[in-house]
């Protein structure tokens, strides 16, 4: 037997070399268990993230965007799919994957624990929160597990349309009247720090990064994609006439990046530790939906088993 | 495997692209039987015309190589290069070969 030192260091010397690792390798605990810890949040973040979306599908302005609503959030079914299908290779079933999000031990994005509170606020969610998660996954296209990155792929194939639908969503509303416009603004201002903190905590608050980086899981710190996401999203705010929210948001010539003010990140701890506006809506939602389809999964293993037996005798 | 008698099981999604293409792995989900898992498979691997056939295999008939074997599983092949067209020497003038 290879002792486990020598395994380690195999295992580091195919991630420098940019070879994937497939489920039926060789790695360390450490590397598995970020993995899963790290795939099944993003395969939450998914699910739970047509929660908000799904509350504004009944009452889109017009029936085009009641469709690109709808195949929006079907969309992210499908992220999740992949996703809890990637963590699955781990070595975790499925099974227990879901009852740890619904049991409230595992994590999803803190964005979608704030409310949806006008037609806007999925013009803000479009352009802004898939907008962030698009420059998480497009790094994580590259990232050193095989699953997971072939995953992303497929998945960042499909956003694009995401964050398009929702910045029209946003032009359209700025240029219409006052009203609607002011609506537009009061979204952007109520989405803009929430979708920074979406990056997570700074590079020099992150513990974690440094083994995420040397093993390739990401392949960009917190605050690097942060600052593109900020710099492309402000010029966008400009074609449209919306005013990002922060004061303190400057160009600043010498770095070619803006300046721009802090996070509150009082604000993020008390979402994740639980309380924001709608963690215990959004638990709650997903157990019902849980619960109520029981019936539904029993009775397709019912109906199977009868088919089979039928097309055995 | 879960002990849930409830649980559908695990399938592997294969799907051709185009006519006249392999079927290509696509990932997995889960069903109660394969004419489900070819229905979900159109839902969940096939929003964008990514296919015009599907395949579903259960994930426990799969039987794959050891990745620890690969060094001598793949040995045989590295000596036969003769296996290759470019290891011959064409006669100067020869056409079509
Ligand atoms: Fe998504
Ligand atoms: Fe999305």
């Not at chain 1, 979402?271 to 809506?281: M, R, S, T």
Request: proline share 5%; net charge neutral; charged share 25%.
């Amino acid at each position: 037997m290879t002792d486990v030192k020598n395994l380690e260091e195999l295992f580091q010397a195919k991630i420098d070399a940019e070879l994937k690792i497939e489920p039926k390798d060789w790695m360390p605990d450490a590397y598995r268990k970020n993995l899963i810890r790290q795939i099944s949040q993003h395969a939450h973040s998914e699910v739970v993230g047509m929660l908000p979306e799904g509350n504004w599908i009944t009452r889109a302005p017009s029936l085009k965007r009641k469709a690109i609503l709808l195949a929006k959030v079907q969309d992210e079914g499908g992220h999740g799919l992949y996703l809890y299908s990637a963590v699955e290779t781990m070595g975790v079933s499925r099974e227990q994957t879901i009852d740890d999000l619904l049991s409230g031990k595992a994590k999803y994005s803190s964005i979608f624990n704030y409310p949806t509170l006008t037609w806007a606020d999925i013009g803000a969610i479009g352009w802004l929160v898939d907008g962030a998660a698009i420059m998480n996954q497009v790094m994580l296209c590259r990232t050193s597990y095989g699953p997971y990155a072939r995953a992303m792929v497929r998945i960042c194939k499909e956003e694009s349309f995401h964050q398009r639908q929702g910045y029209e969503i946003m032009a359209v509303l700025a240029k219409g009247t006052p009203e609607q416009k002011e609506m537009a603004q009061d979204a952007l201002n109520r989405w803009w720090w929430p979708s920074l903190m979406m990056f997570g905590p700074t590079d020099a608050n992150s513990p974690h990064s440094a083994q995420s980086m040397k093993w390739k899981i990401k392949r960009q710190s917190n605050d690097e994609l942060r600052q593109t996401f900020i710099d492309r999203t402000v010029q966008q705010a400009e074609v449209i006439g919306l005013t990002i929210p922060d004061p303190e948001l400057k160009w600043n010539e010498a770095t070619q990046h803006y300046d721009w003010g802090a996070i509150d990140w009082t604000e993020f701890n008390n979402v994740v530790a639980g309380n924001g506006p709608c963690n215990k809506e959004r638990l709650a939602a997903r157990n019902k939906a849980h619960s109520e389809g029981a019936w539904v999964r029993e009775a397709a293993v019912a109906y199977a088993a009868k088919k089979a037996k039928k097309k055995a005798a | 495997m879960s002990e849930n008698p409830n649980n559908w099981p695990l399938w592997e999604i294969f799907i051709q692209s185009k006519r006249g293409l392999d079927h290509k792995h696509v990932g997995s989900l889960h069903a109660a039987d394969a004419d489900m898992a070819i229905e979900n498979a159109r839902d969940v691997y096939t929003r964008r015309n990514e296919g015009n056939s599907i395949w579903v295999v259960k994930s426990e008939h799969i039987h794959a190589s050891r990745p620890e074997d690969a060094e001598s599983f793949y040995d045989p092949a590295d000596d036969k290069v003769y296996r290759h067209p470019t290891f011959y020497t064409m006669p100067e003038g020869a056409k079509y070969i």
